[in-house]
């Protein structure tokens, strides 16, 4: 048989120039009939390997033929079209070879044939007629009727119809996820002016997208598949591909579109965060819808620069880590740091684009630092509790930095005094004491920019807040302590300067105020035996004193002067001895003091 068709393929190339051509096409199809007949014989014979080398060559000449006809003109083109009719060549060869295998149901060749030919039909009949959205309908439809019917089939037969149907299944995805994309583009872009951006054929591919998908995700699970395309493979690009297509569809929307992609990933994020179980295909599948769709999303504001959007991505990212941390999905240190810091950003991305005032934003990021130093409070140990102090620290820096640019003085002292309050209840907390100290560095320096922000020049509005705060932060923290360690500053910083400064010349109230302070820590001091008041009062006094008696000595006759010195030295010399163990015992009781 293969001799015979041999040296007919041999006569007609030898005289193929001598034959008018209704001889030359009747002979090629005489020779087709007989390799696809010969193919049926030597299969009822059990002659595989010939049966097969046959119905191979009898397929060849068949497609020969159907298109030598229409290139020896026996078909004009002013007839019919090259793709109809490349459309009906095909099918004309997908159904012979469909018919053959029924009679010789074990030649693999003539039902290879029939699946690959039978994939071509459609898809030339609909390319230049129908839209895009029909014109993946219908391959998706093909697709599915594809794989239905070769699922009965034999081993070989299966793996074919599945990667027949699996590369058109990614043409369908592949095509309608750049239609989409493209149409995105055209509306913010004038180098795609061809590309159509109406909203209707949009929708329409997005609709017929999705449905692939939902395909690809159920078909796999429905009918048994060759190990070559592993469905986890096949529902994990599908997802891919869908939430692509809908994440660059939902821009496109008027009004509201990328706040609606917004939400779209914020509900998956969430559907993925409060769903109980955190394995299996589910779960699976809505962690690539979310990760894609919040991707595009972002590159997309990104690229309009939508500033405000962004920031609210960002809002929404903060509160989706702290789900997470609360859902275990993260370990709280990691949920505490990166929640701060979404939170920072989206602040920083919305004051930027003037949807807050710098005002309001340096508020708001000095409230997210004292909110970190807050829930430090409840950590407390825990190894949240460092990271939540960095975060912190990260938003009153950006606070400060943001508050200068419109006000570098009350501002300041307003961000300072919102993160120092929740400071001094940290550092309430056994073993945190020290940040005390801290805490009352950055009152100081709060007052100091809230005085110098008023315009006062009066010094006790510099020096009396910061000792009230140091006094507090001591008594509050080191009572265990001598009394130098948790009163000593503040009482110093409270009462030198203005000690210093005061004369009854000039300043007779505050001289009143600064001798009535300094008797009232005096009797203080003695009465609760504390050194540190009574040596600072009875110091302060002993400077009032002298500067009061510099002030009169001039004005005093000078034989008063030399009088009363006289008299002083002869009583003291006259009692020398009990002046020096009245002198040693007072020594004694204020080294004694505490």
């Known amino acids: ?57 009898g397929c060849g000449l068949l497609l020969v033929d159907l298109f030598g006809a229409r290139e020896l003109g026996l078909i004009p083109r002013s007839a019919i079209d090259d793709l109809t009719y490349a459309g009906v060549s095909f099918a004309v060869v997908a159904a012979i070879n469909l018919m053959m295998s029924r009679i010789a149901g074990k030649v693999l060749t003539f039902g290879l044939t029939a699946v690959i030919a039978g994939q071509l039909p459609l898809s030339l009949f609909m390319v230049d007629r129908v839209g895009i959205a029909v014109f993946l309908l219908g391959l998706l439809a093909q697709v599915i009727v594809t794989l239905f019917w070769t699922s009965k089939g034999t081993r070989l037969i299966r793996i074919t119809g599945a990667i027949c149907s699996g590369l058109f299944l990614g043409i369908i995805l592949a095509v309608g996820a750049v239609r989409v994309f ?25 609709g017929v997208v999705c449905l692939a998908a939902v395909a690809g995700v159920v078909l796999p699970r429905k009918i048994a598949l060759p190990r070559s395309l592993p469905p986890a493979l096949v529902e994990s690009c599908c997802t891919t591909a869908a939430a692509f297509t809908v994440a660059t569809c939902l821009p496109q929307l008027p009004e509201v579109g990328r706040w609606v992609t917004t939400g779209a990933a914020t509900a998956l994020g969430l559907a993925i965060l409060l769903r109980t179980r955190r394995t299996g295909l589910v779960t699976l599948l809505l962690a690539i819808s979310a990760t894609v769709v919040a991707s595009v999303n972002i590159l997309v504001c990104a690229f309009l620069t939508d500033v405000v959007q962004l920031g609210l991505i960002s809002a929404i990212g903060s509160a989706l880590i702290l789900i997470a941390g609360w859902r275990k999905r993260m370990s709280s240190m990691a949920a505490s740091a990166f929640s701060s810091l979404a939170a920072q950003l989206a602040i920083l991305l919305v004051t930027a684009d003037g949807f807050f005032s710098l005002w309001t934003g340096a508020i708001t990021l000095a409230v997210v630092g004292a909110c970190s130093i807050a829930y430090a409070c409840a950590s407390v140990g825990l190894p949240r509790e460092r990271a939540l102090f960095a975060t912190a620290t990260t938003a009153v820096v950006l ?3 943001v508050v200068v640019m419109v006000s570098p003085n009350t501002g300041t002292g307003v961000v300072l005094t919102i993160a120092a309050a929740p400071l001094v209840a940290y550092g309430m907390q056994p073993g945190r004491r020290e940040a005390l100290l801290f805490a009352g560095f950055l009152l100081a320096f709060a007052n100091t920019a809230f005085v110098v922000g008023a315009g006062a020049d009066t010094l006790e509005w510099f020096t009396l807040p910061p000792a009230a705060v140091m006094l507090a932060i001591g008594l509050l923290s080191w009572r265990d302590q001598p009394s130098w360690v948790y009163l000593g500053p503040g009482l110093l910083v409270g009462l030198t300067p203005s000690a210093l400064v005061a004369n009854s010349n000039d300043d007779w109230m505050r001289l009143t105020f600064v001798v009535a302070a300094a008797v009232a820590i005096m009797v203080i001091g003695a009465r609760f035996s504390l050194q540190a008041p009574f040596v600072i009062g009875a110091t302060v006094l002993a400077k009032v004193g002298l500067w009061q008696f510099l002030e009169v000595a001039p004005l005093i006759p000078r034989w008063i002067t030399l009088g009363a010195a006289g008299a002083i030295l002869l009583a003291v010399g006259a009692t020398y001895e009990r002046r020096l163990n009245e002198a040693r015992q007072a020594a004694r009781w204020i080294t004694a003091l505490r």
């Open 182 to 206: 493209l149409a995105l583009v055209a509306r913010h872009s004038t180098d795609l002016g061809g590309v159509g951006t109406a909203l209707s054929p949009v929708l329409a591919t997005t």
């Open 399 to 401: 606070a400060e930095l």
């Open 1 to 57: 048989m293969l001799l015979l068709l041999a040296a007919g393929v041999t006569f007609l190339a030898v005289t193929w120039d001598s034959l008018p051509v209704s001889m030359q096409a009747a002979i090629m199809a005489t020779l087709a009939a007989l390799a696809l007949a010969g193919a049926v014989h030597a299969s009822k014979n059990k002659l595989a390997g010939t049966a097969e080398a046959v119905a191979i060559l």
